[in-house]
């Protein structure tokens, strides 16, 4: 196993794992990576990388596909059963489409075909690294949405800005903790049905206590 670890880390340290039996391919992935500014280690099977991956986390797995004993599908297949979370790429000099097809059926992120300039397996990381980015950018909002609400004394997954449904919201939360009728009027369209009916419902389908109806009011002519 040899692993190098970049001059010039550009932002946050990407830790990539290579995975194929060809000795000058894993020494040409880890110069290019670590010009790029990426921490790589390499090793020369899937057996070899699943003790790695088990003892150190991974942001993504480069694997080839044909290696003796467990290949690069095989190894994709074993990370999600022992529930390994990384992005895995596979790459492959026996490309073809099915072989794309299935490797991103079984969990892979992308496939690239041997040989390869640079600059593609380069995009390919890049590409790869914005989705991450995306995924942890998300949760972290949804997890900020949760703590606000929360604090605030509002439903979760409701989202507004105005003082007017914050009243609202939380009197919904209020009323919830008591066992009594709610009446709700309005207009048809204007979403007696939808989310504060719904958390009100919910939370005391969860004592046991659940009831809902709701009234439509006419258009005032």
């Known amino acids: 196993m040899a692993s190098t670890l970049p001059n010039a880390p550009r932002g946050a340290l ?6 194929d039996d060809e000795e000058a391919m ?5 110069l290019l990576l670590n010009r790029e500014g990426y921490a790589s280690t390499a090793v020369g099977s ?4 699943l003790g790695e991956l088990e003892r150190e986390p991974y ?12 290949g690069g599908l095989e190894l994709v297949d074993e990370l999600r059963r022992r529930q390994i979370a990384t992005t895995v790429i596979v790459m492959s000099a026996f490309g073809s489409n099915d072989l794309a097809l299935a490797a991103m059926k079984r969990g892979a992120y992308d496939y690239i075909s041997k040989p390869f300039k640079p600059d593609e397996i380069v995009l390919v990381l ?3 690294e914005e989705r991450e980015a995306l995924f942890r950018e ?4 949804k997890a900020a949405l949760a703590t606000r609400d929360a604090r605030n004394d509002k439903p979760a997954g409701i989202v507004t800005q105005a003082a007017s449904m914050d009243a609202i919201l939380k009197t919904v939360r209020k009323i919830a ?5 709610v009446l709700i009027l309005g207009e048809s369209g204007t979403g007696k049905s939808s ?5 009100t419902s919910s939370r005391r389908a969860r004592r046991g206590r659940s009831s809902r109806s709701t009234v439509a009011r006419s258009p005032r002519r």
């Open 138 to 141: 998300n949760a972290a909002l």
């Open 195 to 199: 989310s504060p009916a719904r958390s």
């Open 177 to 181: 903790e008591y066992k009594t009728t």
């Open 46 to 49: 899937a057996e070899a990388a």
């Open 126 to 128: 890049r590409k790869a």
């Open 59 to 70: 942001d993504l797995v480069l694997t080839d596909v044909r290696m003796a004993k467990m």
């Open 14 to 19: 990407r830790r990539i794992l290579i995975v």
């Open 26 to 30: 894993r020494h040409m992935l880890m």
